[in-house]
């Protein structure tokens, strides 16, 4: 009778609201079913801190608006050996060399990222760092490109630099830069440049548009001058080749800068060389289970995939189908679902696991390529055809996530790999500044080897933590160990992380979206 009686107290149009909440509840649901068993992390506090990260690899003279407070500046004089102003930029990794290729690549990363995610991003309130994370990475790669037809690729050499173990503020190696120019050729250096200052043209289109014409001029020089005089960089700059040897050649690099280029300018020209050159240059051909600094064709494959969703692609439908179907044959990979052995390998722990050397870059990678797909299959309202059936968007928003929640702890180790993130973290971190006590804190000078004697061998955790780093991570057990020495499991590097930013933000719109229906529930 009670129960009768507070039905009847409900009006009709209450009933359509209930009614109308009820069916946007399970629609929901039904989107988002990755969220009903889980473990729910934090995307947006991983999100800020995966930024920080960035200002801890910054080269140069420090703004005041630096936030990771054991930094300071260094490498003022970079370039000046060669009579060029080369201060700025990033370090890569846990030592102090600039190396173009992955810096450049971890630019286009961030860049892709905000053109996807720019609304999510902003909604957790990062959109100004992650843009000035970028800018202090094409604000160096203007001054690297001195005339059209030179851009300083190095600066530092791995080789000089890894026999010291000293601060940035410290540093005595060997600052020499090398360069790349018509007769010492580096059309993969140059395209990937290119591919991140168009990328980054477009994201800073609104907010400084004379900064946004600059880097577009720059792309569009540097990918002129990487078609015409071509080459592989580490052909002309030799030191390079133990660090970033350009194993998949310049021909991904040269596709994946004209794609950008037609992204940012929308001109035929470029269009017409993504298309005229897809079957020679391997775009339509390769088929691959990873993205990287050094092999694009993935990521080339999935924006060219993308086109096709516009009417005025109709005429080039031929050429992007087939690009699309190495795009699939990338994802279906990912998602175990290849007929043949050409799956990713996962650990028992379910990461994705391409080789023992820094793994997470390609699990990371991954992450961003899946959730970008499955907001393409969704928006277009498609299915993926792998081998064994159809599969949805959010079965490829379902693996992204799960690979981040590994990364975050969801894992053997009950560790995140985010370095500074949960409550167990790599705190031995292969990373100089992060080893040794801060500049800040005690300017006397630590020499080359003194570094090695006083903080890389001691047992100690690194006294500065690296917040936001994305370290090397487990083996292919889901075993990590937690030391110094082990770099290639404590290691981080700028393009491990760059990709994590627009997942990041695209999980926690989805985390804030399931909020928001279980607190439809709970009200119920
Ligand atoms: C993969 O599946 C296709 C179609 O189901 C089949 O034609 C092909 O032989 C299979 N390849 C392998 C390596 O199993
Ligand atoms: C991780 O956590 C689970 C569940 O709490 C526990 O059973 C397991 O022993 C932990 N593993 C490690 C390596 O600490
Ligand atoms: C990983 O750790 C487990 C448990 O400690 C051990 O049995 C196994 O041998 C390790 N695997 C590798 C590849 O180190
Ligand atoms: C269904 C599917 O994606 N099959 C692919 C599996 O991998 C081989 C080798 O790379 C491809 O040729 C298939 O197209």
Redesign the pocket.
């Known amino acids: 009778m009670e129960i009768m009686n507070k039905k009847h107290f409900i009006s009709p149009k209450t009933t359509i609201i209930v009614q109308q909440l009820t069916l946007l509840l399970l629609l929901l649901l039904s989107f988002f079913p990755v969220f009903t068993q889980s473990q729910a992390f934090d995307y947006a506090e991983a999100l800020s801190k995966s930024l920080l990260y960035f200002e801890a690899q910054r080269s140069g003279r420090l703004p005041y608006s630096q936030r990771v407070p054991w930094r300071d500046h260094s490498g003022l004089t970079d370039g000046l050996e060669q009579g060029v102003d080369l201060v700025g930029g990033y370090y890569d990794a846990g030592d102090h060399v600039k190396f173009g290729l992955p810096m450049a690549f971890t630019v286009t990363m961030l860049s892709w990222g905000v053109i996807e995610y720019g609304d999510q991003i902003t909604r957790a309130g990062e959109f100004e760092h992650t843009l000035e994370a970028i800018k202090w990475g094409t604000d160096y790669f203007i001054k690297a490109h001195t005339s059209p037809n030179v851009l300083w690729a190095e600066v530092g050499d791995g080789d000089t630099d890894h026999y010291c173990w000293q601060r940035p503020e410290d540093m005595t190696t060997s600052r020499r830069a090398y360069k790349i120019d018509e007769s010492n050729p580096g059309s993969d250096l140059a395209g990937e440049t290119a591919a991140a200052m168009a990328a980054a043209s477009i994201v800073f289109r609104e907010t400084n548009p004379h900064y946004s014409h600059l880097l577009l001029h720059h792309a569009q020089q540097l990918f002129e001058f990487g078609d015409k005089y071509r080459g592989k960089y580490d052909k002309s700059v030799g030191v390079v080749k133990n660090y970033y040897a350009s194993v998949s050649g310049y021909m991904d690099e040269l596709l994946w800068a004209a794609l950008w280029l037609y992204k940012a300018t929308d001109t035929p020209k470029y269009l017409n060389y993504l298309i005229t050159k897809a079957h020679c240059f391997g775009g339509t051909g390769w ?1 691959m289970t990873e993205f990287s600094w050094d092999v694009k064709y993935a990521g080339l494959q999935i924006m060219a995939a993308k086109l096709l969703m516009e009417v005025k692609h109709k005429e080039h439908k031929h050429t992007l189908d087939q690009y699309r179907s190495k795009a ?2 990338y994802i ?2 990912c998602l175990n679902k ?3 052995t ?1 799956n990713v390998e996962r650990t028992p722990g379910g990461m994705l696991f391409v080789r023992q050397w820094n793994n997470m870059q390609y699990v990371s990678s991954a992450s961003f390529l899946l959730t970008v797909y499955s907001d393409f299959l969704r928006s277009s309202k498609q299915k993926l055809s ?2 064994g059936g159809a599969v949805g968007p959010e079965e490829l928003l379902g693996l992204a996530k799960a690979q981040v929640d590994y990364i975050l702890g969801s894992n053997p180790m009950n560790m995140s790999y985010l370095v500074g993130y949960g409550s167990s973290y790599p705190t031995r971190v292969h990373h100089r500044g992060g080893s040794v006590i801060s500049y800040r804190e005690n300017k006397g000078f630590i020499g080359c080897t003194q570094g090695y004697d006083n903080w890389y061998n001691r047992d100690a955790p690194n006294p500065n933590v690296v917040v936001g780093a994305l370290v090397g991570g487990p083996d292919c057990q889901d075993n990590f160990s937690d030391e110094r020495g082990n770099f290639m499991q404590t290691e981080a590097c700028t393009y491990n992380t760059a990709p994590l930013v627009g997942v990041l933000a695209r999980l926690n719109q989805l985390y804030e979206q399931e909020n928001q229906s279980m607190h439809l529930i709970a009200s119920y």
Do not use: Y
């Open positions: 088929a699939e044959h279906c990979s290849n007929n043949s050409n792998c081998h």
